[in-house]
């Protein structure tokens, strides 16, 4: 299979043979063929030392990947089985391709096996993406898909041609179309990678090819471009050389730098290392930020997403790793931001077949969602990579690469027409939890996403700081839930309305807390409320009294199974029967109030009226006190009856 990435396959091989070759004992042609990248004379050479059970542990794990790259993927899945039994060298891109070549030999239980084996080696988000993922391509299937109008363009050739961008009014792109006596490197007898210009038609075809004159001449690579039109430039991978030949590193590897050439201006190298190659750059006008593809030491499998601050093209920082949540045991090549997503290929063993193109989500802080596979049609079991797009009339106009059959030559360009951004749908809760009360954050609370009909969707669990995300296949209702022990239960049912409302948008959940509503008084647990007085002899709730039994309101519909006595007290001046017909009357005003405001009266078991019984100090019968004493004994309490058994 032509893999997508045909301008690094050389600087990837020649790296591992540098590195591992130096520790093999036994020399084999098998080696010679397979750093040469001609992987069937190597598999050939390699078995037939292998009868001979000559092979070291190296050179049969070059063996499986010559079965890999050759499409043996039978073959290629067995040795892979067989090194990770011996648990030796093995990384997670092998382990990646051990779960494409099972999945391309449909072979689903032994994938699974191996899955169940490996994922607690896995980072998290990659099950996460793997589980999303086959939920959202299961209900694609349904014919949800969208209708797209896709074309092979005549501008291929027979040669590799790849990374399509928009230039103005044209289309760039790279290929390895040999011109004239330009000179030729293997495999493949194509020359080195050129970037060529097209003009792009009414039909979205692209017109003949020419050689794109916006960027210094050179014998070597110049490929995957990208027109940033606020800085007129275009960024672009180019071979390492000096004095106009190709410079190496000291293992004698040549690797791909990234320059940036201003329309009519300047040239600026902008990322080099002569032993890391960097791949498919894309400026986002944006952000600043200048993302790209490399094969780093810190990465999670083969080459990964990064990206670099920069000031109108400067870098401005370190290369920056986007994690994860993007980047897998696989390679992920071509970022590509537009409306508000971000577009990459992907070879991540879950996909449809080779590469496949995925979208991402950008939320607030630009925070990427799950990456979700484009699905059938752009995608296909063949390497499908480079997506690029824009509106045009009122739909959108975009061009991809592929090696899918019926093309040209080995990679051909493809456009497509399409009503809507490409991506399956999906449905997105984010924000944070809150107590209402005070806007302060909860961790480690429970959300839950559920269909109408109560089926779980997904669950997660707040951070430190509070902040959610679930997502999940579009749903036209669904219900939040959020719990935590003493807390308040969250629960709100969405329609299909509300949920198009939140598109983009952060939902904060709010939940009290338990503790936070109550205190302790006079040996009881009673709702929290600031002290509040009647007037002399006074039945009648004032706006201040309402004030405070509004949060006896509140601590209901956080937690409606407490049960609750209104207990009302007065001081001891005037008669005794008096003043108990006085706190009989205010506890019940007090109910009467709180069942109207919402607290159903079934929540409220006793409404008493004590009177003067229980005097606070000595302010009784025929004690002189000043007012502020007698005060102290004039109260309402709201008890809450079922404290020691409201969390069992």
């Known amino acids: 299979m032509m893999k997508a990435k045909k301008i690094q ?17 036994k020399k084999s042609k098998g080696d010679v063929f397979f750093f040469q990248y001609e992987y069937q004379k190597a598999v050939t050479a390699y078995e037939a030392d292998l009868a001979q059970g000559s092979l070291t542990e190296q050179q049969f794990l070059n063996l499986a990947d010559a079965y890999f790259k050759t499409n043996n993927f039978k073959k290629a899945s067995d040795a892979y089985l067989e090194l990770f039994k011996k648990d030796t060298l093995l990384d997670g891109h092998r382990y990646n391709r051990m779960l494409q070549s099972l999945s391309k030999t449909a072979d689903p239980e032994r994938k699974q096996a191996f899955l169940t084996t490996m994922a607690a080696k896995f980072p998290k988000e990659l099950m996460e993406n793997m589980e999303f993922n086959e939920q959202m391509l299961a209900k694609a299937s349904d014919g949800t898909e969208l209708d797209y109008e896709i074309f092979n363009l005549s501008v291929n050739s027979p040669q590799t041609d790849f990374a399509p961008t928009f230039y103005k009014d044209k289309l760039l792109f790279s290929s390895g179309r040999i011109e004239g006596k330009g000179l030729r490197y293997a495999p493949g007898n194509e020359g080195y990678f050129n970037i060529y210009e097209s003009t792009v038609q009414l039909d979205g075809q692209a017109g003949a090819a020419q050689p794109f004159k916006g960027v210094a001449t050179s014998s070597y690579h110049k490929a995957t ?40 201006g300047q040239f600026q190298l902008l990322l080099k290392d002569l032993s890391t190659s960097f791949y498919y750059p894309f400026y986002d006008e944006t952000s600043g930020k200048l993302y790209f593809a490399a094969d780093f030491e810190d990465g999670y499998g083969g080459t990964d997403i990064y990206y670099v601050h920069t000031n109108s093209g400067q870098v401005m920082s370190a290369p920056i790793n986007l994690g994860p949540r993007i980047n897998s045991p696989g390679n992920e090549v071509a970022p590509f931001i537009f409306e508000n997503s971000f577009y990459f290929a992907s070879d991540v063993f879950y996909g449809l077949g080779g590469m496949d193109i995925y979208k991402s989500n950008i939320g607030e802080g630009s925070e990427l969602g799950i990456p979700i596979n484009l699905g059938k049609e752009i995608n296909t079991e063949y390497d499908d990579f480079g997506l690029v797009m824009r509106n045009e009339g009122e739909g959108l106009l975009g061009y991809f690469a592929s090696n899918r059959p019926g093309g040209k030559g080995k990679d051909d360009l493809y456009g497509f027409k399409v009503d809507e951004k490409p991506g399956l749908k999906t449905l997105v809760f984010k924000g944070k939890v809150i107590k209402p009360y005070n806007e302060n954050s909860i961790a480690k609370a429970a959300i839950r996403l559920l269909s109408k009909e109560g089926e779980m969707l997904a669950e997660t669990y ?39 409302g939140l598109e983009n948008k952060s939902y904060n959940v709010g939940m009290s807390l338990y503790d ?8 009881q647990t009673v709702v929290k409320m600031d002290k509040f007085f009647f007037g002399n002899s006074a039945t009648q709730l004032t706006p201040e009294i309402e004030a405070e039994l509004d949060h006896v309101v509140a601590f209901i519909k956080a937690f409606p199974t407490a049960q609750l006595r209104i207990e009302t007290y007065t001081d001891s001046r005037g008669g005794s ?10 506890s019940d005003a007090i109910k009467k109030y709180l069942v109207k405001k919402g607290v159903p009266s079934t ?33 309402s309490l709201i008890v809450v009856l079922n404290d020691n058994v409201l969390f069992n």
């Open 603 to 635: 929540s409220i078991l006793y409404s008493i009226g004590y009177g003067e019984d229980k005097i606070m100090n000595n302010c009784t019968n025929g004690v002189f006190c000043i007012e502020a004493l007698h005060k102290q004994n004039q109260r």
């Open 577 to 586: 029967s008096t003043n108990f017909r006085l706190t009989q009357d205010r």
């Open 9 to 25: 396959a050389a600087l990837w091989i020649s790296l591992m043979g540098m590195a591992l070759c130096f520790a093999q004992g």
């Open 225 to 264: 471009p990208y027109y940033a039109q606020k800085l007129n430039s275009v960024f672009y991978v180019l071979s390492n050389t000096q004095n106009g030949e190709l410079a190496f590193d000291p293992n004698g590897k040549n690797a791909l730098a990234i320059g940036k050439q201003t329309m009519d």
């Open 516 to 523: 936070d509503l109550v205190a302790e008084k006079e040996g």
């Open 462 to 500: 707040s951070d430190e700081e509070g902040n959610y995300r679930l997502e999940v296949p579009w749903e036209d209702g669904v219900v939040l839930e959020a719990v935590k022990e003493r807390y308040s239960k969250f629960r709100k049912q969405f329609s299909e309305e509300e949920l198009n």
